[in-house]
């Protein structure tokens, strides 16, 4: 009867582990749900940044006016009210006298953060 009520549990803990995940499991993530942006006509190709531009009349690039952030990172850029926001929430300004300047993270939102991989992991270890 033993024997029997620890295999019950050991069925049900599988079951339940195995529901929990066909139900949604998601890795863990950093980032806020709640960060939305409203993206204005800038396209970035790789490392360049394109604006759509009616003086013109047609794309223009704007790659050596971006901030110092990976280009992929952006959700929002724009050239004519200088700001930029990445990916993680972090607001970018850039002064005419010293340049581009991080404004900080959005409050609330999520925190940054990079996923390493096990091989990583294992090297900060040892």
Not at 26 to 32: I, L
Not at 93 to 117: D, E, I, R
Request: proline share 6%.
């Amino acid at each position: 009867m033993h024997r029997a009520k620890a295999f019950f549990y050991i069925c049900a803990g599988l079951f339940l582990l195995a529901l929990g995940y066909h139900l949604g499991a998601n890795t863990a993530s950093a980032q806020s749900p709640l960060l939305r942006t409203t993206p204005l006509a800038t396209v970035f190709v790789g490392s360049r940044a394109f604006v759509l531009s009616a003086d013109n009349h047609g794309w223009v690039e704007v790659t050596n006016q971006l901030p110092p952030v990976d280009p992929s990172t952006l959700l929002e850029f724009s050239a004519a009210n200088n700001t930029a926001v990445t990916n993680a929430g972090e607001g970018w300004y850039n002064y005419p006298a010293t340049g581009w300047t991080s404004l900080g993270f959005v409050p609330g939102g999520g925190t940054p953060a990079t996923q390493k991989s096990w091989g990583q992991v294992k090297v900060d270890h040892r």
